[in-house]
């Protein structure tokens, strides 16, 4: 893969990302893939090349991906080992799902019981033991341009997050985004780098990056950021201005023509139509939900992210990543107490909100034609340590996907006896990408353009159809 040089962009740290609540903020974290101008070149015809016979092409008009950041421990979720030495097995005892031979964690109570719908994976793995970069391959389905490295931040040579891509290849219709991420961009504090990359639309164009929705969906009086309006200000009057300020522009750009005065004219429009729309205002407010329904996705910041992407899949938006929160404990990162975070604080949360979002999306029938994909960077070391924690191990680790035509209630892959090496159909990152992709049809052969017109292969993974019905 082709990738442009450039200088790496100064990103904000994710608590100070919408200190100012203005519309050119709004406009900044906007995706001008609502809009039909673009920096690059696609082929023409997204299904050129297409695998007629693929069971999962195309069957998923939308996608929510559940990005465990930290690394989840396979073991200990779902792929247990329980005729393995205590020192590898744990704690935790295996519990029999609604598929017979499918065992989860005992953690997993809600979930178990869901398995029918479920492809869960215990085969993914690579080499990459640093979370920024794995982080960049996981969401992107590349390696990053610095490998194995917790040091690089995001830059414009990144490969661009799959729902910036989507953004790109199928634009949202109406005044909602095309790519939303909650609740916060992916960072670890004890990473030089900060900021995962990979969670950008990197060498596609900063006009394809998600609409960010940060804070707490659980806290009091929570309201999205970038919607909120200016202290006095009333859409009305904010549509006056608008239309003042289309006025003066519109004589600007008589003497002054250049592409980036076109495309922050374009993102203005775009944060306008957010902060205006009732129907946008709508979408985003959990109070409209019933407390059962809240209760059911859980009192916490997880449950209401979830909550809230499923509102956003309800209205048409196309792609919506949660990424797990900043919980002030290094995520799914447990190098100690790793029985106790897990048992406590990490798996009961993911549990309920899987759950409820495969249950809701089931019972509206759309269920089928949302992809559904739950998974970290990477997994948890087999042997445990002396702080009763797990390290990084990046060779063998588990995920899952649902919905888009995938085949619910299987197993994929195996790994061996100790949770340590894949033993059957090894998959990776990039395979696991190129799945999402094809689930959503978009062609293996497809090629996109940079802004110097560099052409760049979007899938560097094999479409996984054994996946499928």
């Known amino acids: 893969m082709m990738v442009p040089t450039?200088?790496?962009?100064?990103f904000p740290h994710p608590s100070s990302m919408f200190a100012r609540r203005t519309l050119l903020q709004a406009s900044l974290f906007g995706s001008?893939?609502?809009?039909?101008?673009?920096?690059?070149?696609a082929n023409e015809s997204p299904s050129a090349g297409r695998l007629e016979a693929a069971n999962g092409f195309g069957r998923a008009k939308q996608c929510l991906l559940l990005f465990m950041w930290g690394g989840p421990s396979q073991i200990d979720t779902f792929d247990p080992k329980p005729l393995a030495p205590d020192t590898i097995r744990g704690p935790f005892k295996p519990i029999a799902t609604n598929v017979p031979g499918i065992d989860f964690s005992e953690n997993f109570r809600m979930l178990s019981q869901r398995a029918d719908k479920l492809a869960v994976i215990r085969s993914l793995g690579h080499d990459d033991p640093a979370h920024l970069s794995s982080g960049h391959t996981t969401l992107t389905g590349h390696l990053p341009p610095t490998l194995k490295s917790d040091a690089a931040p995001p830059s414009d040579r990144d490969t661009p997050h799959i729902g910036c891509v989507m953004s790109k290849l199928r634009p949202s219709l109406g005044a909602l985004p095309s790519f939303v991420t909650l609740p916060w961009l992916a960072f670890h504090p004890a990473a030089p780098g900060g900021q995962a990359p990979g969670q950008h639309s990197g060498w596609l164009g900063r006009q394809y990056d998600p609409l960010l929705v940060s804070g707490d969906p659980n806290a009091p009086g929570w309201q999205v950021p970038s919607l909120s309006l200016i202290e006095g200000q009333s859409p009305d009057r904010l549509l006056r201005r608008q239309h003042l300020l289309a006025s003066i522009d519109a004589q600007r750009r008589l003497v002054d023509t250049s592409a980036q005065s076109d495309r922050l004219s374009a993102q203005q429009q775009q944060a306008c139509g957010l902060l205006t729309s009732p129907s946008v205002r709508r979408a985003f407010d959990l109070e409209q939900e019933t407390s059962a329904t809240r209760d059911r996705y859980g009192?916490?910041?997880?449950?209401?992210?979830?909550?809230?992407?499923?509102?956003?899949l309800d209205q048409g938006v196309p792609f919506v990543s949660v990424n797990w929160q900043n919980d002030g404990q290094n995520f799914w990162d447990t190098h100690s107490n790793n029985f106790n975070?897990?048992?406590?604080?990490?798996?009961?949360?993911?549990d309920r909100a899987l759950s409820a979002v495969l249950?809701?999306?089931a019972a509206s029938g759309r269920l089928d034609e949302t992809l559904v994909v739950?998974?970290?960077e990477f997994g948890r070391g087999p042997v445990i340590n002396g702080s009763a924690g797990r390290e990084h191990h990046p060779y063998c680790y588990s995920g899952l996907m649902a919905g888009g035509g995938v085949r619910g209630g299987q197993v994929y892959g195996a790994s061996d006896k100790r949770g340590a090496y894949p033993s059957e159909n090894p998959i990776s990152p990039?395979?696991?990408?190129?799945?999402m992709y094809d689930a959503l049809g978009v062609s293996p052969e497809l090629v996109l353009y940079d802004s110097l017109n560099r052409p760049h292969?979007?899938?560097a993974g094999r479409p996984v159809q054994e996946l499928f019905v």
Request: aromatic share 4%; hydrophobic share 45%.
């Open 430 to 435: 990039q395979d696991l990408v190129a799945t």
């Open 359 to 361: 249950d809701d999306l």
């Open 299 to 312: 009192r916490n910041t997880h449950g209401q992210c979830v909550l809230l992407a499923k509102r956003l």
């Open 32 to 41: 001008a893939g609502w809009a039909s101008g673009s920096v690059l070149r």
């Open 341 to 350: 975070r897990l048992k406590n604080d990490l798996i009961p949360p993911a």
């Open 457 to 459: 292969r979007l899938l």
């Open 6 to 10: 450039g200088s790496v962009p100064s």
């Open 374 to 376: 739950w998974v970290g």
